[in-house]
C-alpha cells in the first residue's frame, strides 16, 4: 500500500537517509518545530529503498520506509516532496547491488538542501576524489598541522604498489568502499607484493598510508 504525502502543507518533511534500525529519528525529532513554528514530518530509510523522480515544478521520492512520523514501514510505501536530507550512509556500497548513485544524482538535480551537503556525497563515491579534496584543503590551510592528513600514496594500478617507501605496517585501501570494505593491513614489503599480484587480476586503483593505532581513551 502507497500513501501520497503531495498536497500544500504546512509540515516540513525531511528524509533522513540512516539504514540502522535501532536508530530512531522519529523520536529524535519528535516535538520540534521551525522557528516559524511549523512541524517536522521525518522519514527514515536507506538508500536500498528509495526511488526519486524529478519533474520541472517538483521532486518526488517514493519510499519504504524504515519508519515515518505517520507510522508506515516497509514493505509500506510513503511518496513525499523532500524539504531537506539528512544523511548518514554512503549511497554507494561495496557491490553492484548496494550502488544506489542514481538517487543521489537526482537529489542533486532537484538540488534538495542537505546535510552533509550532497555535494561531499558525490565526492565520497570514490575513494581517490574525496582524497584529492583533503589534499586541497590541506594547501588552503597556513600550514599542514592546520589540517592535517595521513601520508597517502595513490595508484592508478596495482603494479606500482611495490614502489612504497613510507614504512611498515601499512594499510592498503582498495577501490571506492567504506566502513572496512577492501581494506588489508600490510606488515612488509614481501606481504605488499602478495597483494600486488593479486590485484593485478581486476582493475581497481588502490592507496596506501601508514597505519596509525587508536587512540586510547
Known amino acids: 500500500m502507497t500513501s501520497i504525502s503531495l498536497a500544500a502543507k504546512s509540515n516540513v518533511t525531511v528524509v533522513v537517509f540512516d539504514g540502522n534500525a535501532t536508530h530512531d529519528w522519529i523520536a529524535l525529532f519528535s516535538g520540534q518545530k521551525l522557528s516559524d513554528g511549523r512541524c517536522i514530518d521525518v522519514v527514515q530509510c536507506s538508500w536500498n529503498d528509495i526511488a526519486v523522480s ?3 515544478s517538483r521532486c518526488l521520492c517514493t519510499i519504504a520506509p524504515i519508519r515515518e512520523s505517520a507510522g508506515k514501514k516497509k514493505p509500506d510505501t510513503v511518496t513525499v516532496k523532500p524539504d531537506f536530507l539528512v544523511i548518514r550512509n554512503q549511497p554507494r556500497g561495496p557491490s553492484p547491488a548496494t550502488d544506489n548513485r542514481n ?3 537526482a537529489l542533486v538535480a532537484a538540488g534538495v538542501p542537505a546535510v552533509n551537503s550532497l555535494q561531499s556525497c558525490v565526492l565520497d563515491l570514490e575513494r581517490a576524489s574525496m582524497v ?3 589534499l586541497r584543503l590541506q594547501r588552503l590551510a597556513p600550514s599542514p598541522a592546520h589540517f592535517p592528513v595521513i601520508p597517502i600514496s595513490f595508484y592508478s594500478h596495482c603494479m606500482r604498489m611495490p614502489m612504497y617507501d613510507s614504512g611498515f605496517p601499512a594499510i592498503l585501501k582498495v577501490s571506492h568502499a567504506h566502513a572496512g570494505m ?3 593491513k600490510i606488515a612488509s614489503s614481501e606481504g605488499l607484493h602478495d597483494c600486488a599480484t ?3 587480476l581486476h582493475a581497481d586503483y588502490a592507496n596506501l598510508e601508514p597505519c ?3 587512540f586510547l581513551h
Do not use: N, S, T, W
Open 212 to 214: 596509525v593505532p587508536p
Open 182 to 184: 577492501g581494506k588489508v
Open 103 to 105: 538517487a543521489l544524482f
Open 132 to 134: 584529492g579534496e583533503m
Open 54 to 56: 524529478l519533474y520541472p
Open 198 to 200: 593479486v590485484l593485478a
